[in-house]
């Protein structure tokens, strides 16, 4: 079947559920339905819908269907010395590039180069309509409609199936270093934003049980220079490789938890926000803009003092799904999302409260 064809009989699929009051549940290699609530409807399979439709290295930009495996897009960067900057976690073989772009989740170099939404430059999806919409396009400095696709980031597909997406793409770095530094988590959160402020090459940092954890990134003279002046143990690259690798793909001992799985929460914060002294076991990302910890404690009690400190929690792994799994919304960001799910999906067919309630 040509892929004109099979988004003709997804056309008809979608408009069918909305005559008749079906929920579909859009869904790729599978491999992030632990995120968000539980899952409604019958499934959508989108791993038909494959292929690299435009890569132009010179322009850093590619243009690829949904339903292609996320390696195979990376593969293809990385022989030509690109890739996607924003790092998207995999958590299995099967991620595709739509699933990648719905879960809206990026791995240890976000902090430096920014999310997901910050690298999409247009998108084509199917509507709750039926119909076939275009936002965007293929090159940088075309802004028509940009905002309006990169709200498909994070929307785990409550909005449209997804079609195609085209995405700015980054060279790698030509040399990277990473360092190990010994202090409590105070300090290493004081000295990340110190760093911050300063024009240093660094790309990614973790911080658990006493240790920070730097990558730097960039041409070698910059990154040379910054290994001598910021001193620390210097991490062997096969082991610091493994290690953000692990981070990213959260298949480090730390996101293990206990057994049975204990809740894993996800907190944002500003990055120089106080440590936020919940006990348990903890990991701080991002400058410390992102920190993981492991609680039982009630969802209210965490909400409570993260968002005393300016951020907001989502339970990201195990726990109860049925309930809040994001940050309950303000009244006015309450209103937007339901504007924009009539706007995008008016009778609700595509993974209804995989969201929020009601959405």
């Known amino acids: 079947?040509?892929?004109?064809?099979?988004?003709?009989?997804?056309?008809?699929?979608?408009?069918d559920a909305a005559a008749h009051g079906r929920a579909l549940c859009i869904r790729g290699g599978?491999?992030?339905?632990?995120?968000?609530?539980?899952?409604?409807?019958?499934?959508?399979?989108?791993?038909?819908?494959?292929?690299?439709?435009?890569?132009?290295?010179?322009?850093?930009?590619?243009t690829v269907r949904a339903g292609t495996p996320l390696a195979e897009?990376?593969?293809?960067?990385?022989?030509?010395?690109?890739?996607?900057?924003?790092?998207?976690?995999?958590?299995?073989?099967?991620?595709?590039?739509?699933g990648c772009v719905a879960a809206g989740l990026a791995g240890p170099r976000r902090a430096a180069v920014g999310g997901v939404r910050d690298f999409i430059l247009g998108a084509r999806l199917i509507d709750g309509r039926g119909e076939v919409l275009r936002f965007g396009g293929e090159v940088m400095k075309n802004v028509?409609?940009?905002?309006?696709?990169?709200?498909?980031?994070?929307?785990?597909?409550?909005?449209?199936?997804?079609?195609?997406?085209?995405?700015?793409?980054?060279?790698?770095?030509?040399?990277?270093?990473?360092?190990?530094?010994?202090?409590?988590?105070?300090?290493?959160?004081?000295?990340?934003?110190?760093?911050?402020?300063?024009?240093?090459?660094?790309?990614?940092?973790?911080?658990?049980?006493?240790?920070?954890?730097?990558?730097?990134?960039?041409?070698?003279?910059?990154?040379?220079?910054?290994v001598a002046r910021l001193g620390g143990e210097r991490i062997p690259d096969t082991v610091a490789d493994a290690r953000w690798r692990g981070l990213r793909e959260q298949t480090e001992a730390f996101f293990a938890g206990a057994q049975p799985p204990r809740p894993l929460w996800r907190l944002s914060l500003p990055s120089d926000a106080l440590a936020i002294e919940l006990g348990d076991s903890q990991l701080v990302e991002w400058g410390g803009a992102q920190r993981w910890l492991h609680t039982d404690l009630p969802p209210e009690t965490i909400r409570a003092r993260v968002a005393a400190l300016g951020g907001?929690?989502?339970?990201?792994?195990?726990?109860?799904?049925?309930?809040?799994?994001?940050?309950?919304?303000?009244?006015?960001?309450?209103?937007?999302?339901?504007?924009?799910?009539n706007a995008f999906d008016p009778v609700g067919v595509f993974n209804p409260g995989r969201l929020y309630e009601g959405l």
Not at 184 to 192: C, I, M, T, V
Request: charged share 20%.
């Open 144 to 226: 028509a409609g940009y905002d309006v696709s990169r709200v498909l980031a994070g929307s785990l597909g409550t909005l449209g199936l997804m079609l195609d997406v085209s995405l700015k793409v980054l060279p790698k770095p030509m040399a990277e270093a990473s360092l190990r530094f010994e202090m409590d988590e105070a300090a290493a959160l004081h000295q990340l934003n110190a760093w911050g402020g300063q024009p240093l090459p660094i790309s990614a940092s973790a911080w658990q049980n006493g240790i920070l954890e730097l990558r730097l990134s960039g041409a070698a003279a910059a990154v040379d220079a910054a």
């Open 312 to 341: 907001h929690a989502t339970l990201f792994r195990n726990g109860a799904r049925e309930g809040a799994v994001f940050h309950p919304l303000t009244a006015p960001m309450l209103t937007l999302q339901r504007n924009l799910k």
């Open 30 to 62: 599978g491999t992030k339905r632990f995120y968000g609530r539980p899952e409604l409807g019958e499934p959508l399979d989108t791993r038909a819908c494959t292929g690299i439709i435009n890569y132009e290295p010179s322009e850093l930009v590619v």
């Open 1 to 15: 079947m040509s892929v004109d064809d099979l988004i003709q009989q997804w056309r008809e699929r979608v408009r």
């Open 73 to 98: 897009l990376e593969a293809e960067l990385a022989a030509r010395g690109q890739m996607l900057a924003f790092e998207p976690p995999h958590f299995g073989p099967g991620a595709t590039v739509g």
